[in-house]
């Protein structure tokens, strides 16, 4: 049964939000990605190196860049087929 968020309270949404956080990050360790910023949506390549609650150290063709997580608006896996779809 699907809960819907609009029936949530802030605090669940919050919740929420940070557990799926917590369950998918971790599968990106060592995988290529793109993240997009909130900022202008700029791009950015690399490899997942270490992650924490706040932020994500991935290693890029120009060296490591340390990401903080409220920066990202999407994360996308480049090394997978297109028809690969990460379980949650």
């Not at 049964?1 to 971790?26: C, G, H, Q």
Request: no cysteine.
């Amino acid at each position: 049964m699907a809960i819907l968020e609009e029936n949530l309270t802030d605090e669940e949404k919050s919740v929420t939000k940070a557990r799926t956080s917590y369950e998918f990050i971790p599968k990106l360790k060592g995988k290529k990605v793109i993240m997009r910023l909130v900022s202008g949506g700029q791009p950015v390549t690399g490899t997942v190196e270490v992650y924490t609650p706040h932020d994500i150290l991935l290693q890029t063709a120009k060296g490591q860049l340390l990401v903080l997580k409220h920066a990202i608006a999407t994360i996308e896996i480049v090394d997978e087929p297109h028809s690969y779809r990460l379980s949650v």
